[in-house]
């Protein structure tokens, strides 16, 4: 076999460093163009950070206006609170001055000071329902002028308008009053006095108003009408 021939070569510093330098710049921007691609594939686009910017400035001014409603809903609350509680208050007025309106009739005509004949007046009807049956407790007022001084007695009854059947009709107080108080209800009095009985009214039978009448003993009789819903609302 041939002898192999080998070749020694001297080793050549500048060109090792050359090679190495360009080894070392490809790498390197091998990194700035690996950078380069990471940075552009994960910034955010720009009409993209704009939505963001404009979903949260929507957001807030959701936050806004939820919260105007609540603080608008709750006044209204209040204020129809207070719109009711004045109302009630009204109506509470009302009925107090028509307390006292009656109460100023009632004792300016026991004093005598109005312009009314003298004498003895029927003042006002109350009838309170009993429950459980179909009956009333009845309470008349009666009065008498002071101008007049002296005691009236004798008794009261009541009879009652309303509709029985589809057809008109009326009943008396011997048809409403229990047996020991057919006769009428006793009075005596100088100034003033309430006198109370007892009515039951038949079956079917629908009342709309309630006549009094007043039989002074050796005197003319008085009578005056109210209607059933008057009696029933009078604080008499």
């Given at each position: 076999?041939p002898?192999?021939?080998?070749?020694?070569?001297?080793l050549?510093?500048?060109a090792?460093?050359r090679?190495?330098?360009?080894?070392g710049l490809a790498w390197?921007l091998?990194?700035?163009?690996v950078a380069?691609?990471?940075?552009?594939?994960?910034?955010p686009?720009?009409?993209?950070a704009?939505?963001?910017?404009?979903?949260?400035s929507?957001?807030?001014?959701?936050?806004?206006l939820k919260q105007?409603?609540a603080?608008?809903?709750?006044s209204?609350?209040?204020?129809?609170?207070?719109?009711?509680?004045?109302?009630?208050?009204?109506?509470?007025?009302?009925e107090e001055?028509?307390g006292?309106r009656?109460?100023?009739?009632?004792y300016t005509?026991l004093?005598g000071?109005?312009?009314?004949?003298a004498?003895l007046?029927?003042?006002?009807?109350?009838?309170?329902?009993?429950?459980?049956?179909h009956?009333?407790a009845?309470?008349i007022t009666?009065t008498q002028?002071v101008?007049?001084?002296?005691?009236?007695?004798?008794?009261a009854?009541?009879?009652?308008e309303?509709?029985?059947?589809?057809?008109?009709?009326?009943?008396?107080?011997?048809?409403?009053?229990?047996p020991p108080?057919?006769?009428?209800?006793?009075?005596?009095?100088?100034y003033f006095?309430?006198?109370?009985?007892?009515?039951?009214?038949?079956?079917?039978?629908?009342?709309?108003?309630?006549?009094?009448?007043?039989?002074?003993d050796?005197?003319?009789?008085?009578s005056r009408?109210?209607?059933w819903?008057?009696?029933?609302?009078s604080p008499?």
């Amino acid at each position: 076999m041939p002898t192999p021939r080998y070749e020694v070569r001297a080793l050549d510093p500048l060109a090792l460093r050359r090679r190495r330098l360009l080894l070392g710049l490809a790498w390197g921007l091998g990194m700035i163009v690996v950078a380069s691609l990471t940075w552009a594939l994960t910034r955010p686009p720009a009409d993209l950070a704009a939505r963001a910017a404009a979903a949260e400035s929507l957001r807030r001014d959701n936050a806004a206006l939820k919260q105007q409603l609540a603080v608008l809903t709750r006044s209204r609350q209040i204020t129809r609170i207070a719109t009711d509680a004045l109302r009630r208050s009204l109506a509470d007025r009302d009925e107090e001055i028509a307390g006292l309106r009656t109460d100023l009739a009632f004792y300016t005509r026991l004093t005598g000071g109005s312009a009314q004949r003298a004498g003895l007046a029927v003042q006002g009807l109350k009838l309170s329902p009993i429950a459980g049956a179909h009956a009333y407790a009845v309470t008349i007022t009666l009065t008498q002028s002071v101008r007049r001084g002296e005691t009236s007695q004798g008794r009261a009854s009541l009879s009652v308008e309303g509709v029985r059947g589809g057809r008109a009709a009326q009943l008396a107080w011997s048809d409403l009053a229990p047996p020991p108080a057919r006769a009428g209800l006793p009075f005596a009095f100088k100034y003033f006095q309430q006198v109370q009985g007892m009515l039951v009214l038949p079956a079917g039978f629908v009342p709309s108003r309630a006549i009094v009448s007043v039989q002074p003993d050796g005197g003319a009789a008085v009578s005056r009408s109210f209607s059933w819903s008057a009696a029933l609302k009078s604080p008499e």
